[in-house]
């Protein structure tokens, strides 16, 4: 027996090979960060046949109706998680607050971005109507957003921002598409108000300056 | 800004005791203006409206004239809020974006309807983002992180090679061949242009028509070290544009 | 419901209660050091009674004989480990940490003694043009130099340094000549003229006058 560092030296022979489950547990056991199976892979010398085969059984016992600890699928890997009903215990165990909530305005540069994007920063101004470069630069010194390129059709080929795995991460999302689409979030009659709102203003106003909306997203 | 009477009796508190409790910053409000001045805090980031409402729950109004101080304290208030507000305009203002058909007549109503659509869309989507961040800002990961085994260093024998390029060549003497004897000095081109300040205001350019790239530079240093001396004046009506030298008084 | 990810608008609201279980997991999953029962007792809440209970289906559940992940009652609490079994696998995984980056100035201090070497601190001093003490003092510690002599033919006779075993092991190299020459990389006419520097460095000029800081500092 060593110490705390996650090693056990039991009765039992380290010869003797361990079961898939084993080592994915192990493996996911030691990562704070998601594991992607490649690695996981390329770690255990399973087939991803056997691999899988052991992670549809893991998800099965560290599901959140089961367990504490919850397996759940983040950014391109795998990743062991406390329980989200555990999380006012958590917080109080390690004296810690949760962090503080982005802004709205963050909220709307990413949804922006991950639903309209890769975007250069005058199309993200444009999109919300209010200049977004302060929060934008906010949001790649929190490395949720990333410059992932540049659009060559713009002059001076602007870096075009997408969002990162880190954002991902966040958002406990498998990848990008892994979010319902604008479609399923916006209620049609909602889009239907606006657009006669508008033809109503009109009628009224032919001419409309700039609405006023508020910055913060409110 | 003084609040205390004669007598020594304090009266309507100075702005400097007015300390605030916001999200972003929790301290004295000067101090927050100090910080934004500083760019350390986004003006963005600063609820101007909850800054007020502050001020207005810690500083009740007071019939007038019964608190000596309270006016000016109020008034410096208003000042540096104001302030805010403006600077908070700016950084939210749209970027200017040259897009001829826009500028002079506004966006048309179709254009304004597909913009609102798409932002109520984004609006929506931010709100969905929001909620779906926070539920999984209280997953916490494992903590039983793996201690990395001592890792050990790797010297590329390319780059020990350009290292002692680098070292060697930076001792050798610096060749000088190409620098020409200096021939002329500020005093000399200041006592020029101060000769032909006596005639009234000077175009730089007609003074440097017929000098050389090293005499240009050094009229152009004694021009600055005339100014400085309040001698004479340097004008310039857009950048890059033509440099008048006036006589000073 | 949007996925398998933990990420689930299910019928359970987050103020649901955990069970003892899930509480007990959570926690020693966020804890790399063990646990004692009376921090566990403190932080779920829960009676003496209840969390023993809890700890014996854990200990079931989390045996060597079921889980890749054990949990085991050391001196002073409870611990999570992983299974002694996959202690092979958890070396593969284990990643090497990586020592700290050398500076520009390290890589001319060491390239100065490896092909002018052995050479004392002045003679480095002078070889580069720019005071490298601290530099020296550095890789002294690291054990990329070590003090190979002293030069008697110098007041004081100051001692000569030169490139470790550690030097050529982090190199890739056998030994001293596994490098290219002197002559592939630097002109004759440079060597001649360094040569003389470090020559004069150390007959006519024994003690140096401060010379300019390294500006790379170490």
Redesign the interface.
């Known amino acids: 027996?060593t110490d705390?560092?996650?090693?056990?030296?039991?009765s039992?022979p380290?010869a003797?090979?361990?079961?898939a489950?084993?080592?994915?547990?192990?493996?996911?056991?030691?990562?704070?960060?998601p594991v992607a199976l490649s690695t996981i892979l390329q770690?255990?010398a399973l087939s991803e046949e056997e691999a899988r085969a052991a992670i549809s059984e893991l998800?099965e016992r560290y599901s959140?109706r089961y367990?504490?600890?919850?397996l759940?699928?983040?950014a391109g890997g795998l990743?062991?998680?406390?329980?989200?009903?555990?999380?006012a215990?958590?917080?109080?165990?390690?004296e810690e607050a949760?962090?503080?909530?982005?802004?709205?305005?963050a909220?709307?540069v990413?949804?922006?971005v991950?639903?309209?994007g890769p975007l250069t920063r005058?199309a993200i101004?444009?999109?919300?109507?209010?200049?977004s470069?302060?929060?934008v630069r906010?949001l790649l010194d929190r490395n949720l957003l990333t410059e992932a390129g540049r659009d060559q059709t713009s002059p001076g080929a602007p870096a075009l921002l997408d969002v990162t795995e880190d954002f991902l991460?966040?958002?406990?999302?498998?990848d990008r598409e892994?979010f319902?689409t604008?479609e399923e979030?916006?209620e049609p009659a909602?889009?239907s108000r606006?657009?006669e709102r508008?033809?109503g203003?009109?009628s009224e106003h032919?001419?409309?300056?700039?609405?006023i909306?508020d910055?913060?997203?409110g | 800004m003084s609040t205390i009477q004669p007598g020594g009796r304090a009266t309507g508190r100075a702005l400097s005791a007015f300390t605030i409790d916001l999200?972003v910053y929790s301290g004295p409000y000067e101090g927050l203006l100090a910080l934004i001045l500083k760019d350390e805090l986004?003006?963005?980031?600063v609820?101007l409206r909850e800054l007020v409402t502050l001020y207005r729950n810690t500083n009740p109004p007071t019939p007038p004239g019964e608190t000596p101080g309270v006016l000016e304290r109020d008034t410096d208030f208003v000042d540096s809020a104001t302030s805010l507000v403006l600077l908070k305009g700016r950084?939210?203002?749209?970027?200017h974006?040259p897009d001829g058909e826009e500028d002079d007549e506004?966006?048309s109503?179709q254009d304004?309807?597909e913009?609102?659509?798409?932002?109520?869309?984004?609006?929506?989507?931010?709100?969905?983002?929001?909620e779906?961040?926070?539920?999984?800002?209280?997953?916490?990961?494992?903590?039983?992180?793996?201690?990395p085994r001592p890792g050990s260093l790797r010297l590329s024998k390319d780059r020990l090679a350009k290292s002692l390029r680098r070292a060697i060549a930076r001792t050798a003497e610096p060749g000088v061949s190409h620098l020409g004897q200096i021939t002329v000095t500020v005093q000399e081109l200041a006592a020029l242009i101060r000769a032909s300040l006596l005639h009234g205001p000077l175009s730089f350019e007609d003074l440097i028509r017929d000098m050389d790239r090293l005499r240009s530079a050094v009229a152009f240093s004694a021009a600055l070290s005339l100014a400085a001396e309040g001698r004479l004046t340097l004008s310039q009506t857009e950048p890059f544009g033509p440099l008048t030298l006036t006589p000073g008084k």
């Open positions: 027996m705390g560092n996650g090693y056990e030296s039991t039992q380290d003797a090979t361990p079961s489950v084993f080592c994915i547990e192990a493996v996911l056991f030691l990562s704070p960060r770690v255990t998800k959140p367990c504490g600890i919850v759940r699928e983040v990743q062991f998680v406390t329980n989200s009903l555990c999380s215990l958590v917080e109080r165990f390690r949760r962090p503080a909530p982005l802004s709205g305005a909220h709307e990413l949804s922006c991950l639903y309209l005058a101004n444009a999109a919300r109507g209010v200049n470069d302060a929060v906010n991460l966040a958002a406990g999302a498998r892994d319902p604008l979030i916006v909602e889009i606006v657009r508008i033809k203003q009109e032919p001419r409309m300056d700039e609405p909306r910055p913060e997203g | 999200d986004e003006i963005f980031e609820p950084a939210l203002a749209p970027a974006e506004g966006p109503a304004l309807e913009r609102l659509v798409t932002y109520l869309k984004i609006k929506r989507g931010a709100d969905a983002l929001a779906r961040l926070a539920h999984n800002a209280c997953l916490y990961p494992s903590a039983h992180a793996l201690p």
